[in-house]
């Protein structure tokens, strides 16, 4: 090899210092957003989430600790604002108005805290998201000054009139809640991504790394992701594996993958040989 041949590069490619996931104005590294429920304890809670690399976790109000009883470990002890964006998320809400009501007394027990995702649910059994509740929901959140992250059906039409409301972010599912099924409706999220004026961000449905992945690879500005953490054999170990899966999938994404096709395309054409 002379001088003048490349050589070999000892430097792994990285992401562009500029990919950041920006939410209501604020910049994050991390496109994975996890939860803090169904966790043995709040250690395991705290190592998880420093194995994900998340900035954003969700806290569900109704369910956890975060100061509103004084008596019991509080949430914010194993995972300190300071460190971590808090995201309340109004988990186990059936109407708007029990919606508004738990985004209020987050907003209270966080000091005046703004971000929030919301979901209104349909009924018990899918968790599906009931649509006219939670666009009336989102309307009076944001009329009251709320930056709503919103929870909602695989729709694209549903999910632009979110986004027109001033939702900052629309979060659509990829399958029933903690069902671990994966992205079942992947040209639906397409879609979705593809008319976006908003963050959009799986939320949903993800049950293994590759799930996350073909999330990313899709567009999707991030995903979140609970269950299929928390409810692994070894969730810290998941909770690595989460975190390498979604920058796989965002760096797939900015490469851009080779088109699809019907037949073989050799490696290693033979026109233009020697012989």
Do not use: W
């Not at 194995?51 to 300190?80: H, K, M, Y």
């Not at 991504?193 to 996350?212: F, H, I, M, R, W």
């Not at 851009?256 to 054409?269: E, L, T």
Request: hydrophobic share 40%.
């Amino acid at each position: 090899m002379t001088s003048s041949q490349a050589q070999p590069s000892d430097k792994t490619p990285s992401m562009p210092v500029d990919d950041v996931l920006i939410v209501a104005g604020r910049r994050y590294r991390s496109r994975l957003l996890t939860g803090t429920g169904k966790y043995r304890d709040l250690d395991e809670t705290r190592r998880a989430t420093e194995a994900a690399g998340a900035e954003i976790v969700t806290v569900a109000i109704r369910r956890t600790n975060i100061g509103q009883n004084a008596d019991e470990p509080s949430l914010l002890e194993a995972l300190p604002p300071e460190k971590y964006t808090i995201l309340p998320n109004t988990a186990g809400c059936y109407s708007a108005r029990d919606a508004v009501r738990t985004c209020r007394l987050a907003r209270e027990l966080l000091d005046g805290h703004s971000l929030v995702k919301l979901e209104v649910l349909g009924d018990e059994k899918t968790l599906f998201p009931d649509i006219p509740e939670t666009l009336t929901a989102a309307e009076q959140l944001i009329a009251e000054g709320f930056e709503v992250m919103v929870y909602t059906n695989d729709d694209p039409i549903i999910a632009r009139r979110f986004a027109d409301l001033g939702c900052v972010a629309v979060m659509p599912l990829a399958a029933p809640i903690g069902s671990g099924l994966g992205i079942q409706n992947r040209y639906n999220i397409l879609t979705i991504v593809e008319e976006a004026s908003v963050p959009v961000l799986v939320d949903a449905g993800v049950g293994t790394a590759s799930d996350a992945a073909i999330a990313m690879e899709l567009g999707c500005d991030g995903v979140l992701m609970n269950t299929a953490i928390a409810g692994a054999r070894d969730p810290v170990l998941m909770a690595a594996a989460m975190n390498k899966a979604v920058k796989a999938g965002r760096e797939a994404y900015l490469a851009g993958r080779i088109p699809r096709k019907r037949f073989a395309s050799a490696s290693s054409p033979v026109d233009g040989t020697f012989f």
